[in-house]
């Protein structure tokens, strides 16, 4: 049976409200089951260990950039180098992904907003129907962190795929796709600020300029995109 597992992860919030953070973002990491990436795994957490960092303990990219909690104490070139480090290991993997940004100014209530975001995540799957449907089962992780996300998605799959589709509550330690998925929603949302000129000071003290930043990480990351 082939199975096509789902990791799926966000950033932002459903606030509409005028001060709140205008976007949301949601990354769909899509791996064929059938395709191990146990040895890539096992190398990374060998990388990780012999660094002195914890292969257990799941790397969150966007406190790493901040230097926020667990992060704090560690040097701006140790948070480079577990962010290199995370970078390389994503590149390795035999992975294909989509990154949803929806800017909630583009909206007038949180309703017609939630139908937007259904609308575009649908019309994404039905134009790779043929490559869901290659697939005998389809599992989702996600930790559940919004409640919208998860009630959309599972309308939205089990609408298409039932009963071939699966939901399973997984946090990032339990998943190594799900910190991959984590990373790449982040670099897909700093991409969007910094195109839109509205990158953050810790974002600009990380990465130092943009074009350093799409050179040495989104570009390369983007090959991996379902376009």
Not at 25 to 39: D, P
Not at 147 to 176: C, G, H
Request: hydrophobic content about 35%; glycine content about 2%; overall charge positive.
């Amino acid at each position: 049976m082939s199975i096509l597992s789902i990791m799926i992860d966000e950033a932002g919030n459903f606030d509409m409200g005028k001060y709140s953070n205008p976007f949301y973002c949601i990354t769909l990491v899509f791996h064929n089951q059938a395709e191990s990436i146990k040895s890539t795994i096992e190398d990374f957490d060998n990388l990780l260990t012999t660094r002195g960092y914890d292969s257990k303990r799941a790397i969150h990219t966007s406190p790493l950039i901040r230097k926020e909690y667990p992060y704090q104490e560690m040097e701006k070139y140790e948070r480079k180098a577990l962010f290199r480090m995370t970078s390389s290991f994503v590149l390795r993997l035999p992975i294909r992904y989509k990154t949803f940004i929806f800017n909630k100014e583009e909206t007038d209530t949180y309703k017609t907003f939630l139908i937007k975001m259904a609308t575009e995540i649908y019309s994404f799957i039905r134009d790779h129907l043929g490559f869901f449907q290659s697939f005998d089962r389809i599992e989702w992780f996600y930790d559940k962190g919004q409640r919208e996300v998860s009630n959309l998605l599972r309308s939205t799959f089990e609408e298409m795929f039932y009963p071939y589709v699966e939901m399973r509550v997984s946090q990032q330690n339990d998943y190594k796709l799900l910190q991959v998925a984590d990373f790449l929603c982040t670099v897909e949302y700093t991409k969007r600020k910094w195109d839109l000129g509205i990158e953050t000071k810790s974002e600009r003290a990380f990465f130092e300029s943009r074009r350093y930043f799409v050179q040495n990480y989104y570009n390369k990351v983007k090959k991996l995109q379902l376009a």
